[in-house]
């Protein structure tokens, strides 16, 4: 009697270490999918919150998973081109230094553009808008950041990734990442105008699934950051060059 008492104790022993392992076991991956990468309360935008946690990016443990749209496979002939030029008064060397050097949330400050973060997928790291050590633009970099149309009526998030910086061709370019509604890439090419005036012609190449949006949404759109990126980015250039210039 004795024995077999004890023989029903060590089994219910064993049983309830089996089942106690087995329930710590269950909570792991729960563990593993709630646990944030990204702190979303330090983003102001609510759309841009939005863009992030609908696509699980907060949960991330490796932003290398996220992808640019852009692939050397795609054919330019398929999107919808908007080209827009610019003309600068600074020599060429110049004004490409200033762009491939630029730290984006100085630019992305506006009413219109706002910048909310950025993942460094080198470093597999988050950089959000109000840090003082914001780096300046680098390939591998996505920016999260929303539009305002008509007074903030619709706020449109989007991100893009930083996918090359070609000193050579004086080019940069970046594509809206995959999943992104409108997909294509954007890119900045700078020319010697002579005279010291440098002409730059940045490109946009979007498509979507949707005929009204690339038809009459997007178009507006796409023109509106463009220019607000330019306007942005001059004001600062002749701010830095009058500081450059005037006198000790």
Known sequence: MYFH??????????????????????????????????????????????YIASRSIDKMKDFSLIRPSWTNNNDEKDYTVIERTFYLKYNMQDVWNFYRHINLAKIWNRHSVRLGLMIAKKSNSVIYRDNPAFPEIDTGQIYFFDIRLLKGLFNVPAAFEITDIDPERALVEFSYI??????????IQFFDNGGSMTRIVHRSYFKSQSMLR???????????????????????????????????
């Open 178 to 187: 995959d999943g992104n509604k409108s997909l294509g890439k954007q890119t």
């Open 5 to 50: 008492s004890r023989q029903l104790f060590c089994m219910t022993d064993h049983r309830l270490a089996v089942i106690a392992v087995l329930t710590l076991l269950s909570f792991l991956p729960c563990f593993s999918q709630e646990t944030e990468t990204i702190n979303l309360e330090e983003v102001s935008q609510r759309k841009v919150r939005h």
């Open 214 to 248: 690339e038809d009459f949404f997007y178009p507006p759109l796409h023109t509106k950051f463009i220019k607000e990126f330019h306007r942005s980015i001059r004001q600062l250039l002749s701010r830095n060059q009058a500081l450059t210039n005037s006198p000790n």
